[in-house]
């Protein structure tokens, strides 16, 4: 006999998504951000932060989103003037990304108003013990901040069936 919806974690993790999305977007929308273009953003300035202009697929291997969608919402950003793609010398067809001041001003403020959505979306659950689950449902390695974006844009690129990011894709879009 299936389970009642209120017993299903499946239709409960997608009611909390929800929740948690509409929360999200009601913080960005005074700032004139999508969630997806927020989540690009922040990920492009980070890795800025940490000395990488990573690649547009390395961005999307890091934001766990379609290349495809990634290369349409980055053009959005860049027509904002929150971020700029230049031409990779050592590979034409690739696109480097840097954000602009525009975007190096909005993404922290961006960041806290998101980091404020989650603090309030999991007031109820210790930090540790959230990351730890989340992290567990997503398996997703610690953070591990050298070579983020070469090490996922590798994985993104050998298609491997083991790979735990492979499906990131169709839960974060």
């Known amino acids: 006999m299936p389970l ?4 299903s974690p499946g239709f409960l993790l997608w ?4 929740r948690w999305q509409r929360g999200v977007a009601r913080a960005l929308a005074p700032l004139d951000l999508t969630h ?3 989540v690009l953003l922040a990920c492009t300035w ?3 932060e940490q ?11 890091q934001a766990g989103t379609d290349i495809k969608m990634t290369s349409q919402v980055l053009r959005n950003l860049e027509r904002k003037g929150l ?4 031409v990779d010398t050592a ?3 690739a696109r480097r990304l840097r954000v602009t001041r525009q975007g190096a001003r909005l993404a922290p403020r961006a960041i806290a108003l998101v980091e404020q959505v989650d603090s309030d979306f999991f007031a109820d659950i210790p930090q540790p013990d959230a990351v730890a689950f989340l992290r567990r449902l997503v398996q997703l390695p610690k953070a591990d901040t050298t070579g983020i974006a070469d090490k996922k844009t590798e994985r993104a690129h050998t298609g491997s069936p083991t790979d735990p990011d492979a499906g990131a894709d169709a839960v974060f879009q």
Do not use: M
């Open 51 to 61: 000395g990488e202009r990573p690649t547009q697929v390395a961005l999307a291997a």
């Open 36 to 38: 997806v273009q927020f």
């Open 46 to 48: 980070w890795l800025n």
């Open 15 to 18: 009611h909390a998504t929800l």
């Open 4 to 7: 009642h919806p209120n017993d």
């Open 91 to 93: 590979d034409t067809r």
């Open 83 to 86: 971020i700029e793609r230049e």
